[in-house]
C-alpha cells in the first residue's frame, strides 16, 4: 500500500469537511454552504460512499480528500499529504524509503508470476488432454464456458515440476516462484509444484491482479482445497474470492452477499447474482470488511443452519464495530453509525444445502432467502433468548450480560432504543430496569475504554479508498510509451478523480521526459510513480503501436464517460434531495440544466466509441 493509500485508509472526507464547514445529513449525502464562496442557499456536498465532494454551485467542481485540503488551504498537493498524514498519524519517510522501493517492485514481480501461471493453468484446462478430467468435473458442476473464461479457471496436472518448468522457460528464478508460494521447498531445497491434479481458482484483489491460487482436489488428496501460502502479496485474512467481478455490482445494488465457497461465488455469478463473494472458508475478518465497506454497507452473511446461531453471536461484537468506521482522532471508540448506516443480514442456509445446491436446484429459493434475511441484531437476539429458560431468573440475567455489549455499541439512540424494548418483550422483563443496566453497563465500559485507548491508541481504520484502476492504467502507458503523449490532448486533468493521478498527470503534461517530471515530485509521488513506470503490460500491446494507440484512446472515452456518469449519478441524487427539502426553484432548475448538458456530452462519447468500434471490426475484416 502507497503513503497514499494509508492517508486515505485512515481518514473519513465527512470528519476532515466537517472540521471546515458544518455539515448536515442529506439523504445518503451531506450539504452545506459552500466553504469556498459565498452563498445562502448549499449547494455543496459531501459523498461518504464515493469520499467525494462536490460544489453546484460558482465553484462547480470537486474532488477527493487531498483535493478539498489543496483548495481549503491554499497548498499543493505535496503539503496537501504532509497535512492529512499527520492528522492521519502516518510516517511519510519511513513509507518512503529505498526498502519501500524495493518491496513494491517485488510484490510487481509476484503479480507478474501470478498472472503467467493463471494463464498456463487455464491452457491446460481448455486445450490439453491431460485437463480432461478437470473438463469433466467443471461441466458435471454445471459451469458454462463462460463462467470457466471469466474466471480463468485451470488445471494443474499431476507433475511434480509442470509450472516450475514452464515458468522457468519464461525467464522467471526459482527463488521468485517459491516467493509466490507456487512451489514447495523440500528439506535438501529441491522444490516441486504445491498444486498437482488439482482444479485451479486464480484468485485476485479488488484491481483484478493475480494475488494467489485456489486448488481443488480431482482425486483422494487431502485436502480437498488448497490456498497458496502467505506471501507478499496474499494474505488469505484479507482476500475476498470474486470481489474483481462483485465490486460494480455490490456498489449498484448497495448489497453484498458472503459465501464461503469458490463454486458457491461462480454458480452465483453465472445465474446473475454477481454481488456475491466468497470468504474461502475462513471467519469474517477487518481486512475483508475494509474492502467490502467501500462498496456497500449493507452485508449478508449466507451462514450453515448448524452453526449459523454460534457464527453470529461469535461474530457480532467485532462485525458490528468493524462495520463501522471510526475517526482516529476519537481514539477509536466514538462510533459515527448515523453517518453510515451500516447493516449486516443473516442468511440461514437450509439443512445440508449450500448456495451452489440452491442456486442450482431452484435459484428463486436463493433470491428468497436473500429477501428474508435478518437483520443480525435482531437474529442474535431470537437466538440467544431461544435458549433460554424464562423461568429462569438466573438464565435471564446471563442473556443479558451476553447482549450488554452488543447493545452498547449502538451509538444511534433510536436503533438502541428499540433493540432495547424488543430484548425486554423477549425476556418478558420490565423495559425500565433492562435501560438502568445498559445505562450503568455504558459508564464502566466507557471508562474502561478511555482508560485503556489513552494509554495506546490503535485507530480502527475506516474503508480503503485506492486509486482508480483504469487512472492507474491511462498513467502508466503515458508514462511508459512517451509517443503517445500526443494522443493525450483530449484527456483533461478533471478526468481524474483521485488527486494523486490528477497532479501526476498535470505535471507530466509541463515535463519534457521523464527525468524532469520525476525532480518536479517529492519522496511519495516518486514513489507512486516508480509503481506505474514498473506496471506489466501485456506482449501483444508491447509489440504494437497502433494497439498502444487504440488504447489509449479507449482509455481518454472511458475516463471521460465515467466522469459524466458520475456526474449524472450526483446530480439525479441531488435533484431527489431538493425536491424532497423544498429546494428553491431556481436550484432545482440549474440541477436540471446540468442534467441536460451531461446527456449530451454522454451521448457524444458513445457515438464516438460506436465509431472506433466499427472501424475495429472493419479493419479485422
Avoid at 476532515?16 to 458544518?22: A, D, G, K, L, P
Avoid at 452545506?32 to 461518504?48: D, Q, W
Avoid at 440467544?384 to 450480560?401: G, N, Q, W
Avoid at 519534457?512 to 516508480?530: F, G, P, T, V, W
Wanted: proline residues 4%; hydrophobic residues 40%; aromatic residues 8%.
Amino acid at each position: 500500500m502507497s503513503v497514499i493509500d494509508d492517508v486515505k485508509q485512515r481518514l473519513d472526507i465527512v470528519q476532515v469537511v466537517s472540521e471546515y464547514t458544518n455539515l448536515q445529513k442529506s439523504g445518503r449525502s451531506y450539504k452545506a454552504l459552500c466553504p469556498f464562496h459565498s452563498e445562502k442557499t448549499p449547494s455543496f456536498f459531501v459523498f461518504p460512499e464515493r469520499q467525494s465532494w462536490h460544489c453546484f454551485g460558482a465553484c462547480g467542481t470537486g474532488g477527493d480528500i487531498f483535493s478539498f485540503i489543496m483548495k481549503k488551504e491554499g497548498v499543493d498537493f505535496t503539503q496537501a499529504l504532509h497535512l492529512l498524514a499527520n492528522k492521519a498519524g502516518v510516517s511519510l519517510v519511513a513509507l518512503t524509503t529505498p526498502e519501500k522501493q524495493t518491496q513494491n517492485k517485488e510484490r510487481e514481480r509476484l503479480f507478474e508470476i501470478n498472472e503467467a501461471a493463471a494463464e498456463y493453468y487455464h491452457h491446460l484446462l481448455l486445450n490439453t488432454s491431460v485437463g480432461e478430467i478437470a473438463r469433466n468435473y467443471v461441466a458435471k458442476r454445471g459451469l458454462s464456458p463462460e463462467t470457466i473464461k471469466s474466471f480463468q479457471l485451470g488445471f494443474a496436472p499431476d507433475g511434480w515440476e509442470t509450472i516450475k518448468q514452464y515458468l522457468k522457460g519464461k525467464g522467471y528464478e526459482e527463488a521468485d516462484l517459491l516467493a509466490a508460494g507456487l512451489l514447495v521447498e523440500r528439506d535438501d531445497k529441491n522444490s516441486y509444484d504445491r498444486f498437482r491434479s488439482r482444479l485451479i481458482f486464480p484468485i485476485r484483489n479488488i484491481q483484478g491482479k493475480a494475488i494467489g491460487f485456489g486448488g481443488r482436489a480431482l482425486d483422494d488428496s487431502l485436502p480437498k482445497y488448497l490456498n497458496s501460502p502467505q506471501t507478499p502479496v496474499f494474505d488469505k485474512s484479507s482476500s475476498l474470492y470474486g470481489i474483481d467481478h462483485a465490486k460494480i455490482a455490490a456498489r449498484q445494488k448497495d448489497q453484498a452477499v458472503i459465501v464461503e465457497g469458490y463454486m458457491d461465488v461462480l454458480t452465483a455469478h453465472q445465474h446473475g447474482y454477481d454481488n456475491v463473494v466468497a470468504s474461502m472458508g475462513t471467519s469474517m475478518t477487518d481486512k475483508q470488511l475494509a474492502i467490502l465497506k467501500n462498496l456497500t454497507k449493507n452485508l449478508i452473511l449466507a451462514l450453515d443452519a448448524d452453526t449459523a446461531g454460534e457464527e453470529a453471536i461469535s461474530r457480532s461484537g467485532e462485525m458490528i464495530d468493524k462495520m463501522l468506521p471510526v475517526p482516529p482522532s476519537f481514539y477509536g471508540w466514538v462510533k459515527y453509525e448515523d453517518a453510515h448506516n451500516a447493516e449486516v443480514k443473516i442468511l440461514v442456509l437450509p439443512q445440508n444445502k449450500d448456495p451452489d445446491d440452491i442456486i442450482k436446484e431452484d435459484d428463486s429459493q436463493w433470491q428468497k432467502l436473500i429477501i428474508d434475511a435478518k437483520p443480525m441484531i435482531g437474529f442474535i437476539l431470537e437466538t440467544v433468548i431461544a435458549k433460554v429458560d424464562l423461568a429462569s431468573a438466573r438464565d435471564k440475567s446471563l442473556a443479558v450480560e451476553k447482549l450488554l455489549p452488543l447493545l452498547f455499541e449502538m451509538h444511534d439512540p433510536l436503533r438502541q432504543a428499540h433493540y432495547v424494548e424488543r430484548l425486554a418483550k423477549l425476556l418478558k422483563i420490565d423495559e425500565r430496569i433492562l435501560v438502568d443496566t445498559l445505562r450503568r453497563f455504558s459508564i464502566i465500559e466507557r471508562k474502561r475504554k478511555t482508560t485503556k485507548n489513552m494509554k495506546a491508541y490503535t485507530p480502527i481504520v475506516p474503508a480503503i479508498i485506492s486509486s482508480s484502476p483504469l487512472e492507474q492504467y491511462c498513467l502508466a502507458l503515458l508514462l511508459q510509451y512517451p509517443e503517445l503523449k500526443a494522443e493525450s490532448a483530449g484527456l483533461s486533468p478533471d478526468y481524474f478523480e483521485s488527486s494523486e493521478n490528477k497532479v501526476l498527470f498535470v505535471k507530466w503534461k509541463q515535463s519534457d521526459d521523464l527525468a524532469s517530471l520525476e525532480n518536479r515530485l517529492d519522496s511519495a509521488l516518486q514513489e507512486y510513480l516508480q509503481s506505474l513506470m514498473s506496471r506489466v503490460f501485456p506482449p501483444t500491446l508491447k509489440e504494437s503501436e497502433a494497439i498502444r494507440r487504440e488504447t489509449i484512446d479507449d482509455c481518454v472515452l472511458r475516463l471521460q464517460e465515467r466522469r459524466l456518469r458520475n456526474l449524472e449519478v450526483e446530480k439525479q441524487e441531488l435533484l431527489a434531495i431538493e425536491a424532497e427539502t423544498g429546494g428553491t426553484a431556481a436550484q432545482l432548475a440549474k440541477l436540471e440544466e446540468q442534467g441536460l448538458e451531461v446527456s449530451k456530452q454522454l451521448r457524444e462519447v458513445f457515438t464516438k466509441q460506436k465509431h472506433r468500434r466499427q472501424l475495429a471490426r472493419r479493419d479485422g475484416q
